[in-house]
């Protein structure tokens, strides 16, 4: 389970987030709010690439406030970004495999390749480099993600830069994660059909949690609110 104790953080004098109480113990949560509301400011500070101003992180009861994002990918957290980094000189396989944390299977690699829409033949023994765009790392991070079976995966904003078709498979992805895996998937996403496949939603406004409840509470609310708007 994941908790947050009164985190807040500020950069500039401005306050990102502000005095966020949270419980996470459910298999699947997706984030959502309006732009600049710091769901993407949250999600760093669960993987440790921002450290809070204040409050307190735990994961499973131990306090992981001062831990790297290292310590923190040690303890089971996946953390995929928003827009990928580029690993020279390493291979699509290579980086999987390493993901994984144990030998995987050739075979296992091509079909995780070809679930989130990339043909595996074309690249598994692609490198990671500037031949190939957002859209296709986006996807190789997250088939990454998924070869882990973390502990706790944190996706931003996945369907980023990714065609249509490769939306509908990515839907089948996280829809087969939360069966497979023992963990907990947090996504934050303005995208109905994630938020649609949620066990519960957190709304973030303004720096503050304006709702977490079932998605069946939420959804409805939130849809409600689009259309009136």
């Not at 306050?15 to 298999?27: A, G, P, Q, S, V």
Request: glycine content about 8%.
């Amino acid at each position: 389970m994941l908790e947050l104790q009164n985190v807040s953080y500020e950069i500039d004098g401005k306050t990102i987030l502000k005095d966020i109480n949270l419980k996470i113990d459910d298999h699947f949560v997706a984030v959502t709010g309006p732009n600049g509301s710091g769901k993407s400011t949250l999600a760093k500070i669960i993987a440790g690439i921002l450290q809070p101003t204040s409050g307190k992180i735990f994961l499973d009861g131990e306090d992981i406030t001062e831990l790297s994002i290292t310590d923190r990918a040690n303890k089971g957290i996946s953390y995929a970004f928003q827009q990928p980094v580029r690993f020279k000189g390493l291979t699509v396989k290579d980086l999987m495999r390493l993901s994984a944390g144990k030998e995987t299977p050739y075979s296992t690699l091509c079909e995780m390749l070809n679930e989130v829409g990339l043909q595996s033949k074309n690249y598994i023994n692609r490198s990671l480099d500037a031949s190939l765009s957002g859209g296709e790392l986006k996807r190789i991070e997250i088939a990454m993600i998924f070869a882990r079976s973390s502990k706790l995966s944190l996706f931003d904003e996945p369907e980023a830069g990714i065609d249509l078709w490769s939306f509908q498979k990515l839907i089948g992805i996280f829809e087969k994660m939360v069966e497979q895996t023992k963990g907990n998937v947090i996504i934050i996403s303005h995208q109905e059909r994630i938020l649609n496949i949620a066990d519960k939603i957190i709304y973030l406004k303004d720096g503050t949690i304006a709702q977490y409840d079932v998605r069946e509470k939420i959804l409805p609310q939130l849809l409600d609110s689009i259309t009136a708007d």
